[in-house]
């Protein structure tokens, strides 16, 4: 609200702003607070109105060198439609590859046949990171395969600003392991997931230095330039939560979470432990006999809720993520906490009609049957 009573003074100190000035002060502001210093050595950073004009600014480089590329899966399908629409080769790799720090290197050289890996970090839906100390050799073993056979790594890090002061991710600066590997790389980074004000936003696409030249002709064709109000303004929420280490979103999360978790307890719904907690949880139905559309339909229709189904994030075969649903947690906790009690209410209709079906078909089997029931006792 601070920052709401400022608007006028931040409007007027954009306007007397030269617009260089207010892209230096964004760049430097958000990338030292996240601890990456090393990505303004040098500054070739470019900055876009949203992630997914930067993933389509990839997607022309892609389209122009005629580039194949690996994309993680499963992840949020709005990245494959970019590459789809653009008709850049693109394949799935499996996320589950990486989980292993020991055999990632292996898996890559068995499976990756294209000329650059896609990798969304933290992944959107599962949570899975390659960032913080404890998960260093699994990127280091990335890096190690790319260097080796000279893959261009692309990574969306749209999603790390919620890995900030995180008790259990100790972060350090990826980019200088990147610079010192000598990849050839493309990273995004985002204001939108973090920071949804009225959806004002800023995405910033860093590069390797040998690719900077030609990325940023292709930039320059279609952006002059970001709004310096949105830059001051973001520049604004960024040291205000900075300030409060990050303390009113790790606190709604947090307590989403455990509303969640309480909601799930002797349901259908299982929630997996991801390696970090993002905005989203990712819960596995630990029923068979159920899809995760016809949940997602049925919910809707007995009490109202909205749910996620896993398929469309399985984007190379959607049926692998039938026994998947996505509930998204950056929501205000009130509204969210009435979300959690008509799905809790919907899944107990569900096993209760469930229960009379089963019940329903061994009473048709017992009277086709007559030995049924000696052969079953």
């Known amino acids: 609200m601070d920052i709401i009573t400022k608007l006028p003074e931040i409007w ?25 210093k090393s990505a303004l050595q040098p500054n070739n950073i470019m900055l876009h109105y949203a992630a997914s004009i930067a993933i389509i600014h990839i997607a022309n480089y892609l389209v122009k060198k005629r580039l194949s590329v690996s994309l993680i899966e499963p992840c949020f399908d709005s990245l494959f439609n970019v590459f789809k629409h653009l008709e850049v080769p693109i394949y799935p790799l499996k996320e589950e590859l990486l989980h292993d720090g020991d055999s990632i290197y292996e898996n890559l ?3 990756i046949k294209t000329d650059a890996i896609f990798l969304v970090d933290p992944n959107n839906p ?6 913080g100390i404890k998960n260093q050799k699994i990127f280091a073993e990335i ?13 969306d890090y749209c999603f790390a600003n919620f890995l ?10 990826t980019y200088q392991v990147l610079k010192e590997s000598g990849i050839n790389y493309m990273a995004i980074e985002d204001t939108g997931k973090y920071w949804p004000i009225q959806n004002t936003k800023v995405a910033m696409l860093k590069v390797s230095d040998c690719l900077y030249e030609e990325m940023y002709s292709i930039y320059t064709a279609y952006i002059l330039s970001i709004s310096p109000f949105i830059l001051n303004l973001l520049s604004e929420y960024i040291l205000e939560s900075h300030r409060s280490q990050f303390s009113s979103t790790r606190y709604l999360l947090k307590k989403n979470q455990t509303i969640l978790k309480e909601t799930l307890e002797g349901t259908i719904l299982h929630l997996p432990e991801t390696m970090t907690k993002t905005c989203v949880a990712w819960c596995e139905i630990q029923d068979s006999s159920i899809k995760s559309t016809e949940l997602q339909e049925f919910l809707f229709q007995a009490k109202g809720v909205y749910i996620l189904p896993g398929t469309f994030f399985y984007w190379s075969n959607h049926p692998q993520g039938e026994k998947y649903i996505r509930i998204a947690l950056a929501r205000d906790t009130d509204n969210f906490m009435q979300g959690m009690k008509l799905l809790k209410e919907g899944l107990e209709i569900l096993k209760l009609e469930k229960s009379v079906w089963k019940t329903e078909e061994l009473l048709i089997n017992s009277t086709k049957s007559p030995n049924l029931k000696t052969a079953n006792h």
């Open 12 to 36: 007027l100190d954009a306007k007397r702003t030269k617009q260089k000035d207010s892209n230096e002060k964004f760049i430097v502001t958000f990338y030292t607070t996240r601890g990456l």
């Open 109 to 111: 050289k068995k499976y």
């Open 126 to 131: 599962t949570g899975f990171t390659t960032l």
């Open 143 to 155: 890096v190690r395969f790319c260097k080796d056979y000279n893959k261009l790594l692309i990574i």
């Open 164 to 173: 900030m002061y995180d008790d259990e991710v100790e972060l350090y600066d």
